[in-house]
């Protein structure tokens, strides 16, 4: 099987287990500038060095999708984490799978970590979904569940949806032609937008098990202190 591969360093193990398979071939893996913190993508650069596979930070056009599977003959788009909307509508042969760090349809949108915290959900988990013309809004193909400890961090939640992610890589691939065949319509669900500076801030009047929250749902070094007390 031949793939394109679109994604950082969150959810790398899934493009090492995807190239380590000898019945995968990755044509190009496609990333993007990360902030260095939160998103990086110095693990998938190796893994591209090490298994001699063409990276980029540039965002596909619709012309080299269509090359990719008009004239490469790619078999399938494997996306998980990638930052921009991949063009599949204009490409009638397209293929893809997303992974996608909740437990969808709850939970779209760009970066459902923070909210998983601040919600104080008990269960969270990872999709793979077909990818479709909106975001995260394809059929679901498989779920992995996990539960939320009342502690979690960023970096502990982090943790559990790689490991998942990976988990759902491997049965995913070993059975893709019987999971897309059976794939299920998403509902309804939510959106969560990008968390604002009102949600990532401590104020001084801030509750104790408050600022507890904020800083698991954060890590202290994106978190905003404020001199004030909240709705001054």
């Not at 990276?55 to 004239?71: G, N, P």
């Not at 990638?82 to 009638?92: G, K, L, Q, T």
């Not at 959900?121 to 569940?145: C, M, N, P, Y």
């Amino acid at each position: 099987m031949n793939i394109i591969y679109f994604g950082y360093d969150l959810f790398a193990p899934c493009l090492k287990e995807l190239a380590s398979n000898p019945e995968i071939n990755v044509l190009k893996v496609y990333s993007f500038e990360g902030d260095g913190y939160f998103d990086k993508n110095d693990e998938v650069k190796e893994i591209c060095a090490v298994k001699n596979i063409p990276f980029t930070t540039e965002k596909i056009t619709v012309d080299e999708l269509k090359c990719e599977f008009e004239q490469n003959g790619c078999d399938l788009a494997f996306s998980a984490g990638y930052a921009y909307r991949i063009p599949c509508e204009s490409v009638p042969v397209f293929r893809g799978v997303n992974i996608h760090p909740s437990l969808l349809p709850d939970g779209r949108g760009p970066w459902p970590f923070p909210h998983i915290i601040l919600k104080g959900l008990k269960k969270s988990g990872v999709t793979a979904h077909k990818i479709a013309e909106r975001f995260d809004e394809g059929e679901i193909l498989l779920q992995a569940a996990f539960e939320v400890a009342e502690n979690e961090t960023y970096r502990s939640l982090e943790k559990k949806a790689q490991d998942a992610a990976l988990d759902l890589t491997r049965k995913l691939i070993s059975d893709l032609e019987n999971y897309w065949k059976n794939a299920v319509p998403q509902a309804k669900g939510e959106y969560w937008k990008e968390p604002s500076d009102n949600e990532r801030t401590i104020y001084l009047n801030t509750s104790p098990r408050e600022k507890d929250k904020i800083i698991r749902a954060f890590i202290e070094n994106f978190v905003i202190y404020s001199d004030k007390n909240k709705g001054e």
